[in-house]
């Protein structure tokens, strides 16, 4: 399994940018995806989820009203939509994919590089 995160870079705050996740090695449309970030010397958390068949999505309340979660099932790939970015969302941001009988997510992305100027 391969999960390849793109799209990071630098931007001022306020600023947007769209994360991908391209995914191979599973079948994509049973997995949940979701996006973590681990911001520098703290722990990974938890960003946003969606359900296999996009319908469902969840996020962290520090995100909710900014960012998106998508996925495009055809292309096997999942997409964070960050808009209004502010210095705290700098992080590595990570993708990862849960299959439907497990309770965490267990295939892990490399991680893309966020950071937001204020």
């Known amino acids: 399994v391969q999960l390849q995160a793109s799209g990071g870079g630098l931007v001022q705050a306020g600023d947007s940018l769209r994360l991908s996740c391209a995914a191979s090695?599973?079948?994509?449309?049973?997995?949940?995806m979701g996006w973590f970030r681990q911001a520098p010397g703290k722990e990974r958390k938890f960003v946003a989820s969606i359900t296999p068949n996009g319908i469902t999505t969840r996020y962290v309340d520090s995100v909710k009203g900014r960012f998106t979660i998508s996925r495009d099932n055809a292309k096997n790939t999942v997409y964070l939509e960050m808009n209004s970015l502010k210095p705290e969302d700098t992080a590595v941001y990570y993708c990862?994919?849960?299959?439907?009988?497990?309770?965490?997510?267990?295939?892990w992305g490399q991680g893309t590089l966020v950071t937001v100027s204020s």
């Open positions: 090695g599973l079948s994509f449309t049973v997995y949940w």
């Open positions: 990862a994919a849960r299959a439907l009988t497990r309770n965490e997510f267990n295939y």
